[in-house]
């Protein structure tokens, strides 16, 4: 997605602990989690921007993180299906010494699905990596009811406020003639 936003970038994991904190909100999740990884790499990497970001999946305030196994993926999608969740994104850049962060959050809603449907999903394997069990930019498009916000946001990088978290610290975006101060 970076590349399609001509960014110049290099991917160095952040080898923080992404583990929930008991009471916590999504919001604070995602929050925390990007916050945590872009200081954590901007510590060894004091001199560059670092961009980090964390997704996850909001059933009525519950966490859907990444699914541990396929019947956690059966679980999820089931308790997905025929309604609507929120997705949320914390995007977080750190240069010279300062924090920036945005914060995108996305309806989404499912049509009903069968049990037919979730077993082939989950057989596919592509739910075992993303949060909520499903891939919007995968096989699971044709779950998707509708969207009400981003839909980068639910891919799991939203665009938008990316490109203007990026400007904001001096990093040239395509379709942009002038950087921001």
């Keep these: 997605m970076l590349?399609?936003?001509?960014?110049?970038?290099?991917?160095?994991?952040?080898?923080?602990?992404?583990?929930?904190?008991?009471?916590?909100?999504?919001i604070d999740y995602?929050?925390?989690?990007?916050?945590?990884?872009?200081?954590?790499?901007?510590l060894a990497h004091p001199l560059d921007v670092v961009l980090a970001a964390d997704t996850t999946v909001d059933r009525d305030g519950t966490i859907l993180a990444k699914p541990i196994d396929d019947d956690d993926a059966t679980?999820?999608?089931?308790?997905?299906?025929?309604r609507e969740h929120l997705t949320h994104t914390a995007v977080c850049v750190a240069?010279?010494?300062?924090?920036k962060t945005a914060l995108v959050s996305t309806a989404v809603t499912f049509r009903a699905l069968s049990?037919?449907?979730?077993?082939?999903?989950?057989g596919t394997g592509e739910p075992l990596d993303k949060a909520g069990a499903y891939g919007i930019q995968g096989r699971a498009a044709g779950f998707?009811?509708?969207?009400?916000g981003s839909v980068s946001n639910v891919v799991g990088l939203p665009l938008a406020e990316t490109t203007e978290l990026l400007r904001t610290v001096g990093v040239r975006?395509?379709?942009?003639?002038?950087?921001m101060s």
């Design 144 to 148: 998707v009811a509708s969207i009400s």
């Design 173 to 179: 975006v395509a379709g942009t003639s002038k950087l």
């Design 30 to 42: 995602v929050q925390r989690v990007a916050t945590l990884k872009a200081t954590t790499v901007s």
């Design 3 to 26: 590349a399609d936003l001509e960014v110049d970038f290099v991917v160095v994991p952040a080898d923080v602990d992404e583990s929930t904190v008991m009471g916590e909100s999504a």
């Design 115 to 122: 049990d037919e449907e979730i077993n082939w999903y989950v």
């Design 75 to 82: 679980s999820m999608l089931r308790s997905l299906s025929g």
């Design 95 to 99: 240069s010279a010494g300062t924090i």
